[in-house]
């Protein structure tokens, strides 16, 4: 059988490491937490993944072309925390069940498959010296593309306890990093709801560190509370993905790009929410608006936006593709035609440039797509759906090549 290598922690410093990866197969996923005899959440816990946390899938094509990795998979990193974890005589076993939720405006779990498969066995190396402290293991587990699951782990102790840790619902899929000014936020008209039947649509919060459904107003740092364009985006993706969709959003309204340049406060949040996800598909910059206030010229701002991306990919270790939308038009802040004219220049120029994708022209969205002369709430309900139409348009070309 199969099994997991899990890393001891003692404190914050790894004693030993060993990972071997079991594949999960959608096909075999399994049943109900009603096998296991005693739950004992205050002594053992599962701190990763988190509730409602989508992991970015690897390239949506399995290994062997068929069968449960067809749409990709994910390395999922699980973490125990224990004193029981110390217990020499003790063994751990973990399983992937698939869950679901129900409605369109709650939470409320549905409940697991009902087809049983065995308990994957867990195995460790422990540190070189004992201690009784309460110990933290992390494993690393490949779960097959799709959501929503529970994890379980079990502990089976020498006397014979059983313990149970869970966590639900998380989701292998895609993940976005979402940066750029109030386009981005939650500053349009509508407040916007996930209406998935599967509500597989959800969002960070960089300040908390937690996931929850993508309703609206989204977690930004700008803490806006009005509406977004991206619970329709998410809706549409899981839609024609079949995967949970992720989006982490670290905009700011009313921001330049000279805001967030290298060193600066935004960037620097920009750096560690892409540490914390670990791997995402893409950042969509929906940013341009204060730069047609600033008078940014088009060298500066093509200049600035090379400088942003390679900060961020040399602190990330990887370079996702940030993908840039034609966004510099706001109907009752200024009339600056050419200005707008000529960032819509650095914008299209940007994209041509490694790395850089062109992004949807949002600026196309005008009339009935803007709230009132009065608003300043950017995009009406109207504006928000079309918005949502043209970024899901765009992400599907890059996901779907030859699309």
């Known amino acids: 059988m199969s099994s997991f290598s899990l890393r001891r922690f003692g404190g914050s410093r790894i004693s030993r490491f060993l990972c071997v990866a079991l594949l999960v197969s959608l096909a075999v996923l399994c049943v109900g937490a009603a096998s296991v005899t005693e739950t004992d959440?205050?002594?053992?816990?599962?701190?990763?993944?988190?509730?409602?946390?989508?992991?970015?899938?690897?390239?949506?094509?399995?290994?062997?072309?068929?069968?449960?990795?067809?749409?990709?998979?994910?390395?999922?990193?699980?973490?125990?925390?224990?004193?029981?974890?110390?217990?020499?005589?003790?063994?751990?076993?973990?399983?992937?069940?698939?869950?679901?939720?129900?409605?369109?405006t709650g939470a409320a779990f549905a409940g697991v498959d009902s087809t049983s498969t065995a308990w994957q066995p867990l195995s460790w190396v422990r540190p070189a010296v004992a201690t009784s402290a309460a110990a933290q293991v992390t494993a690393e587990v490949m779960i097959a593309a799709g959501g929503w699951y529970r994890v379980e782990v079990r502990w089976r102790g020498r006397e014979g306890s059983t313990h149970l840790a869970a966590v639900e619902p998380i989701g292998v899929g895609e993940v976005f990093l979402v940066a750029g000014q109030?386009?981005?936020?939650?500053?349009?008209?509508?407040?916007?709801?996930?209406?998935?039947?599967?509500?597989?649509?959800?969002?960070?919060?960089?300040?908390?560190?937690?996931?929850?459904?993508?309703?609206?107003?989204?977690?930004?740092?700008?803490?806006?509370?009005?509406?977004?364009?991206w619970p329709p985006v998410g809706d549409q993706l899981a839609r024609e993905l079949g995967v949970p969709i992720g989006f982490v959003?670290?905009?700011?309204?009313?921001?330049?790009?000279?805001?967030?340049?290298?060193?600066?406060?935004?960037?620097?949040?920009?750096?560690?929410?892409?540490?914390?996800?670990?791997?995402?598909?893409?950042?969509?910059?929906?940013?341009?608006?204060?730069?047609?206030?600033?008078?940014t010229s088009l060298d500066d701002y093509v200049?600035?936006?090379?400088?942003?991306?390679?900060?961020?990919?040399?602190?990330?270790?990887?370079?996702?593709?940030?993908?840039?939308?034609?966004?510099?038009?706001?109907?009752?802040?200024?009339?600056?035609?050419?200005?707008?004219?000529?960032?819509?220049?650095?914008?299209?120029?940007?994209?041509?440039?490694?790395?850089?994708?062109?992004?949807?022209?949002?600026?196309?969205?005008?009339?009935?797509?803007?709230?009132?002369?009065?608003?300043?709430r950017h995009f009406s309900g109207l504006g928000q759906r079309r918005a949502a139409d043209l970024w899901v348009d765009v992400l599907l070309r890059q996901l779907r090549p030859g699309r």
């Open 41 to 104: 959440a205050a002594t053992f816990t599962l701190v990763a993944p988190l509730p409602w946390q989508v992991v970015q899938r690897s390239e949506a094509a399995a290994a062997d072309g068929r069968g449960a990795f067809e749409r990709g998979s994910a390395t999922v990193r699980v973490v125990l925390s224990g004193a029981m974890l110390a217990d020499v005589g003790g063994a751990a076993d973990i399983r992937v069940l698939r869950s679901s939720v129900s409605g369109t």
């Open 249 to 295: 959003n670290v905009a700011v309204g009313g921001t330049s790009t000279l805001q967030w340049m290298p060193a600066e406060q935004l960037s620097l949040r920009l750096h560690d929410a892409g540490r914390t996800l670990g791997r995402f598909r893409a950042v969509l910059w929906q940013q341009g608006e204060s730069d047609v206030l600033a008078d």
């Open 182 to 229: 109030s386009y981005a936020t939650n500053t349009n008209d509508e407040r916007l709801q996930v209406t998935d039947p599967g509500r597989r649509v959800s969002a960070f919060n960089v300040e908390t560190g937690t996931w929850r459904i993508a309703d609206d107003p989204q977690p930004a740092p700008d803490r806006s509370l009005d509406g977004s364009i």
């Open 303 to 376: 200049d600035r936006l090379r400088e942003i991306r390679a900060a961020a990919v040399a602190d990330w270790g990887f370079a996702p593709p940030w993908i840039c939308a034609l966004s510099t038009h706001h109907p009752t802040v200024y009339r600056k035609p050419e200005a707008e004219a000529r960032i819509r220049e650095a914008i299209m120029r940007v994209s041509r440039l490694p790395g850089f994708v062109l992004g949807p022209d949002t600026d196309q969205l005008q009339g009935p797509h803007r709230g009132g002369p009065q608003s300043r």
